[in-house]
């Protein structure tokens, strides 16, 4: 079979196996353990975390391991939002990868308004539909960087100037786009960035979300302090998925919100 679908999936490379084999057989303890056996685990899920933050150019107490892309943008429209409890608008495109689109329709069932930024015949955004779009209501600006259909690259350092400029937080889902342009957080000025490991020859299971430092985060599941993760997120991946994927390399609307989507059904 000749596969020509690398944009849906990637096949592990047989290096990648092998660094993740130990994790899988003998190396199987909980890092999160008090006692050696897996506690001495951390230091692997570190440096693979130093080796994710080297491929986009960040610091290691920025990137986060998540189950995979869909995980991370959903986290980073949900941090955004709980971190601006009196603004209830996202800014996206018409052409997201369907995480992204579909919680935003979810979104919109709760009350929050949502604009989808529409594309030319070749796939191009405008910028200055964006600059129109950003309201002092505007909460986050969520757009890709690299079209998973039609290969299509927007402008992210451009848009996330203008973010910036306007005091809105921009999250970039970047998933097409690692391991194959450079990237590097420190010249883009982006809040969040999303990867996933099956992209680029790492097993499914195991993505990331790049947070800027002093940029809000909030997690989904409330459990108890990881000692896996930075302080600022709860929970647990495993160790053998993370080492791989480094081997290479529904908040409530504010109640103003609520109260007119009440309004506009009636």
Known sequence: MIYLDHNATTPVLPEVLDAMMPYLTTEWGNPSSAYKFGS??????????????????????????????TESNNAAIHAALKANPNK???VTSAVEHSSVLNYCMA????????????????????LADLETAITDQTALVSLMWANNETGVLFPVKEVAEICRSRGVLCHCDAVQAAGKIGMDVRKLPVDY??????KFHAPKGIGALYVRRKTPISPYVIWRTSRT???????KRGTDCRHGQSRRIG????ARLRKEGASAAR
Request: hydrophobic share 35%.
């Open 40 to 69: 001495k685990l951390k230091g692997v899920i570190e440096t693979a975390r130093e080796q994710v933050a080297e491929l986009i150019g960040a610091q290691p107490r920025e990137v986060i391991f998540t189950s995979c892309a």
């Open 88 to 90: 209830g608008h996202i």
């Open 107 to 126: 979104l919109e069932k709760e009350g929050y308004r949502v604009t989808y930024l529409p594309v030319d015949r070749d796939g191009l955004l405008k």
């Open 193 to 198: 960035l999303s990867l996933t490991g099956h």
């Open 229 to 235: 993760q930075p302080a600022r997120w709860d929970g």
């Open 251 to 254: 908040p409530q609307p504010p």
